[in-house]
C-alpha cells in the first residue's frame, strides 16, 4: 500500500488538523473532539450538522460554511462517529432555535445519530434528523437496511443551508429535508477499488477491462459487474434507470455528475456532456450543474449520477445561492 | 485501460462541451475552437489567457473569470495548443488594453505562444508573455529547457488577474508576473504513473512500495526514487529542499499542497498538516492556503508542494481577494 500517511492511528486526527490549520479563516476543530465546526455561527438559526465516516473528503467537512453546514462530525475511516462525538457538535452549534442532523442512510450511522438525538434532548436541545437514501442501484446493502445515502447528500446540504439562512424552523427544515430527498436519485459506477488505509488493499477485486455498476462509496456490492463500455453507454444506463425510478417523469432536473476520488475531471466532463445530450433527447431541462470529486471514496476509481427533480423553482435558487465554503 | 470515454479522437470536443455545458453561466467555448472563455469580460482591462495541453483539468479553465483569466486554450492531451487556437482566444478577448499570456515552461507552449504573440501583433494587439518555470526539481527535462512550469502557475494566475482586475497595465502586469514567478518554488512526488488515452498505459512504473520525487505533470523523470516513506519525512525533504532554493528564506510564506489526479484529499491535508509544522518549526510563518487538485496529471498518484514567497503583503492580498470561478 502507498499512501502519504504517517502512523494509521493518526490519520484522522493528523486529517482534522491540516484540514483546520489549512482553513483557519473559515473553520476549527473543537478541542480534543472529532468535530470541525464554522468560525461565526449566525445566531437566531437553526444550525445543521452532518457527519459519517472518514474517507469521503472533501464531504462533509468542505460544506461547512454560512447557508450550510455549521459543523461536521468526523469518524474513522468508512465508521460512523460516536454518539458522542455528535452530541460535541450538537453542544457546539446550536444557537437555541435547534438542530438539524443531515445523516447517510448507514445503519451504524442511524444508530448513532439518533443515540445523539436522545441524549443531546436530556441536554435542552431541540434535534431533529433527515435521513438521506437517494442511492437507488440496490434495496439494502452491506451496512445498510433500504438504500444507501450518497452524492445527493451534498445537495442536501445546499438546500436545507440555504433555508436556514433564510430563516426556516427546525420543523419545516426537517419536512423541507424529507420532501427534497424523495427527489434526488444516485447511480454509482466503480472503474476501481479504493484501499482503506487500515486494511492495506483493495475492498474488491475487477478485471483489467470490467466496471461495476451501482457500487457504494464504501465499496458495497452493485447490481451488475460487465466489461467497461463507452461514456454514451454507461451515461444511457444510468440516466435511464434513474428517469425510470421517478414515479412521474420531472420536466426540470438539476444533474450532479460526482468523481469518486480517483477519476481525472477530464472523464467526468466527458459522462456529463453525454448526460446532458441525454437529458436533452428526453426533453428534460437541466436548471443546475455541478461535476467535480465531492462525495469520494478514498481512491475509488469510477463516478456517479445524480438528478435531483427541480420542478419547484425555489430549489433551483437554494442550490445557486452563495456560499463560501471549501468545496462547494 | 479504464476510463470513461467515447472515441479517442473526441476527447477534447466532448471535454470542453461537458465543461461550457456544466457552467455555461461562467463560461462558453469560442465556435469551433479550443478556446473556453469568460462570458462577460470586464471592459478597459488587460486579459489574462493560458493555456497548454489538456490532462491537468481544473487548470487552466477552471480558473477562468473576474480577477482571473479570461480565457484558456486546450491543448490535445499533454500536448500545447497550436498558435492559430491561441490567436483565436486573443482576439475573443482582447479588450483594447492589451492581453498578457501565462505559460508554462515546456518548449512547446513556449514556442506556440511566441509565434501566436507574433501573428497577434500584426492584427494590432499588443501582447506580452509570462512564462512559469516554478518546478525546482530538476534543470532541463523531457521537454523543457531550464525549470518546467506547474502547480504555481495557478498562483500566477490570481496574483495577475487580481491585478489586472485593479488597472495594471500590460506592462506592470508583465512585470510582477516576472518578479513573482521568481518567488515560486514547487516540487512534486510520484507514487504512480498516468495512463494517457492515446498510449493505453501507464507513461512509467514504480515498484510496489516505491516512489519517485521531482516527478513532472507529464510524467516527466524526477530526481530520486526510493521505498515510500512516513508523509512527514516526504514533507520535510520537499520543504527542506524549497527553502533552502531560497537565496534569502522567507519570512512569510504561503503553502499550496496540490493533488496529482488519483490522491485522496485525506492523504493531501496529512501532508498539509505536516509541511505546517515543519513551517512553524523554521520560524517561517504561513500567511495563505490551498490543498487539493489544482494542477492534476489525469489519474496520477501523487501531490505536489508549492511555497510562495509572501514577504510582500499585497501578494496575500491578491490571493486572498474575491473570485467566482469553478475551481479556484
Same mark, same amino acid.
Given at each position: 500500500?502507498?499512501?502519504?500517511?504517517?502512523?494509521?492511528?493518526?490519520?484522522?486526527?493528523?486529517?482534522?488538523?491540516?484540514?483546520?490549520?489549512?482553513?483557519?479563516?473559515?473553520?476549527?476543530?473543537?478541542?480534543?473532539?472529532?468535530?470541525?465546526?464554522?468560525?461565526?455561527?449566525?445566531?437566531?438559526?437553526?444550525?445543521?450538522?452532518?457527519?459519517?465516516?472518514?474517507?469521503? &473528503?472533501?464531504?462533509?467537512?468542505?460544506?461547512?460554511?454560512?447557508?450550510?453546514?455549521?459543523?461536521?462530525?468526523?469518524?474513522?475511516?468508512?465508521?460512523?462517529?460516536?454518539?458522542?462525538?455528535?452530541?460535541?457538535?450538537?453542544?457546539?452549534?446550536?444557537?437555541?432555535?435547534?438542530?438539524?442532523?443531515?445523516?447517510?442512510?448507514?445503519?451504524?450511522?442511524?444508530?448513532?445519530?439518533?443515540?445523539?438525538?436522545?441524549?443531546?434532548?436530556?441536554?435542552?436541545?431541540?434535534?431533529?434528523?433527515?435521513?438521506?437514501?437517494?442511492?437507488?442501484?440496490?434495496?439494502?446493502? %452491506?451496512?445498510?437496511?433500504?438504500?444507501?445515502?450518497?452524492?445527493?447528500?451534498?445537495?442536501?446540504?445546499?438546500?436545507?443551508?440555504?433555508?436556514?439562512?433564510?430563516?426556516?424552523?427546525?420543523?419545516?427544515?426537517?419536512?423541507?429535508?424529507?420532501?427534497?430527498?424523495?427527489?434526488?436519485?444516485?447511480?454509482?459506477?466503480?472503474?476501481?477499488?479504493?484501499?482503506?488505509?487500515?486494511?492495506?488493499?483493495?475492498?474488491?477485486?475487477?478485471?483489467?477491462? &470490467?466496471? %461495476?455498476?451501482?457500487?457504494?462509496?464504501?465499496?458495497?456490492?452493485?447490481?451488475?459487474? &460487465?466489461?467497461?463500455?463507452?461514456?454514451?453507454?454507461?451515461?444511457?444506463?444510468?440516466?435511464?434507470?434513474?428517469?425510470?425510478?421517478?414515479?412521474?417523469?420531472?420536466?426540470?432536473?438539476?444533474?450532479?455528475?460526482?468523481?469518486?476520488?480517483?477519476?481525472?475531471?477530464?472523464?467526468?466532463?466527458?459522462?456529463?456532456?453525454?448526460?446532458?445530450?441525454?437529458?436533452?433527447? %428526453?426533453?428534460?431541462?437541466?436548471?443546475?450543474?455541478?461535476?467535480?470529486?465531492?462525495?469520494?471514496?478514498?481512491?475509488?476509481?469510477?463516478?456517479?449520477?445524480?438528478?435531483?427533480?427541480?420542478?419547484?423553482?425555489?430549489?433551483?435558487?437554494?442550490?445557486?445561492?452563495?456560499?463560501?465554503?471549501?468545496?462547494?
Amino acid at each position: 500500500m502507498k499512501k502519504i500517511i504517517n502512523n494509521l492511528a493518526d490519520i484522522i486526527d493528523e486529517m482534522m488538523n491540516g484540514l483546520a490549520g489549512s482553513y483557519a479563516d473559515k473553520i476549527h476543530r473543537v478541542d480534543d473532539s472529532r468535530v470541525l465546526a464554522q468560525n461565526d455561527i449566525a445566531e437566531k438559526r437553526v444550525a445543521l450538522v452532518s457527519g459519517g465516516g472518514s474517507g469521503h &473528503e472533501p464531504a462533509h467537512a468542505g460544506f461547512i460554511g454560512d447557508g450550510m453546514l455549521s459543523a461536521a462530525v468526523v469518524g474513522d475511516v468508512f465508521t460512523s462517529p460516536t454518539p458522542d462525538q455528535i452530541l460535541t457538535a450538537i453542544d457546539e452549534v446550536d444557537q437555541g432555535e435547534g438542530v438539524l442532523l443531515i445523516v447517510k442512510n448507514y445503519t451504524g450511522d442511524i444508530l448513532n445519530f439518533e443515540m445523539a438525538q436522545e441524549m443531546s434532548e436530556m441536554n435542552d436541545h431541540e434535534v431533529a434528523i433527515v435521513v438521506v437514501d437517494d442511492d437507488i442501484s440496490v434495496e439494502n446493502s %452491506e451496512f445498510t437496511a433500504g438504500k444507501r445515502g450518497v452524492a445527493g447528500t451534498i445537495l442536501i446540504h445546499k438546500i436545507l443551508g440555504d433555508a436556514a439562512r433564510n430563516g426556516a424552523s427546525l420543523s419545516e427544515l426537517k419536512e423541507l429535508g424529507d420532501q427534497t430527498v424523495a427527489k434526488i436519485k444516485t447511480i454509482g459506477v466503480a472503474l476501481g477499488a479504493a484501499t482503506v488505509p487500515e486494511v492495506g488493499k483493495p475492498g474488491f477485486k475487477l478485471g483489467e477491462e &470490467e466496471i %461495476e455498476f451501482g457500487v457504494g462509496i464504501h465499496g458495497e456490492a452493485g447490481y451488475r459487474r &460487465e466489461k467497461i463500455r463507452p461514456s454514451k453507454e454507461l451515461a444511457q444506463e444510468l440516466v435511464t434507470k434513474i428517469l425510470a425510478d421517478y414515479a412521474k417523469k420531472p420536466t426540470k432536473v438539476g444533474v450532479l455528475v460526482n468523481g469518486m476520488g480517483a477519476t481525472p475531471l477530464m472523464e467526468q466532463y466527458i459522462f456529463m456532456n453525454d448526460v446532458l445530450h441525454l437529458l436533452a433527447d %428526453e426533453g428534460v431541462e437541466v436548471t443546475f450543474t455541478k461535476v467535480g470529486d465531492y462525495m469520494t471514496s478514498l481512491d475509488m476509481a469510477g463516478i456517479s449520477l445524480t438528478l435531483i427533480d427541480l420542478g419547484d423553482e425555489n430549489l433551483v435558487a437554494a442550490l445557486q445561492s452563495e456560499v463560501s465554503t471549501i468545496a462547494w
